[in-house]
């Protein structure tokens, strides 16, 4: 049972690069959510989506993008990578609206220089 | 936005006791749900316990269970039995805008002592 799969682990980026992260899921959830973790800090929402083609802003939002082409797919990217984006970031999926648990990925560990 | 308050930034208990964490939330909205979520060392994050708003009986899941005051807006969890498993981060985190987000609380990490 693979669940939620994110894809890199652990990257190093150094200022101005870009990157995507994927995260994939095998439940046919329709909730798909990318969060971020800072040091000692809970997750912050980026952005999530309802359900395939569509995508919404969290609390974070700023200098990332996301796209849900396919339902079981939710890309993250960053255009210019800033040092300030240094965080372990998780995916998560949800069969409906977050009344049901979310399923979270194991992270990605991305470090800019 | 709404915010989830948890005021203990470290906890210990010694193996068998029983020990409480605090979480205080922030909602105006009158449907929502609570979590507590567990993070270990290997950064998984488990469901631990899930409680509906409009249930006032309080959630329980073997050995842990919640302590729900919906007018004090507090949402408590009480480990029974602690077990050095147990030992990890734990996020407290509500429901906002009609349940489409989840926020999450600062973390507590809980320590067990043998």
């Known amino acids: 049972n693979a669940g939620v799969t994110q894809t890199p682990k652990f990257r190093v980026l150094k200022t101005g690069q870009s990157m995507t992260l994927l995260c994939a899921q095998d439940m046919n959830h329709e909730y798909m959510y990318w969060y971020r973790q800072d040091p000692g800090m809970g997750l912050r929402l980026i952005h999530y989506?309802?359900?395939?083609?569509?995508?919404a802003k969290g609390e974070v939002p700023d200098g990332y993008n996301v796209s849900r082409l396919k339902k079981q797919n939710f890309l993250l990217g960053l255009e210019s990578a800033a040092p300030s984006q240094t965080s372990v970031y998780f995916c998560?999926?949800?069969?409906?609206?977050?009344?049901?648990?979310?399923?979270f990925g194991d992270g990605t560990r991305l470090s800019i220089l | 936005a709404q915010t989830v308050t948890q005021s203990q930034p470290e906890m210990s208990v010694q193996e068998a006791e029983t020990v409480t964490l605090s979480c205080t939330y922030d909602?105006?909205?009158?449907?929502?749900?609570l979590f507590w979520y567990k993070q270990p060392p290997s950064r998984q994050m488990i469901l631990v316990i899930r409680q509906e708003a409009y249930k006032q009986q309080n959630a329980t899941e073997n050995r842990f269970s919640v302590n729900f005051q919906k007018a004090a807006k507090s949402f408590s969890l009480k480990i029974s039995d602690s077990q050095l498993g147990d030992a990890a981060m734990y996020f407290c985190?509500?429901?906002?805008?009609?349940?489409?987000?989840?926020?999450f609380g600062g973390g507590t990490r809980l320590m067990v002592k043998p």
């Open positions: 998560a999926s949800s069969y409906s609206k977050a009344g049901q648990p979310q399923h």
């Open positions: 909602t105006s909205e009158s449907d929502y749900y």
């Open positions: 985190a509500q429901t906002e805008d009609a349940g489409n987000m989840l926020t």
């Open positions: 989506s309802v359900g395939e083609g569509t995508t």
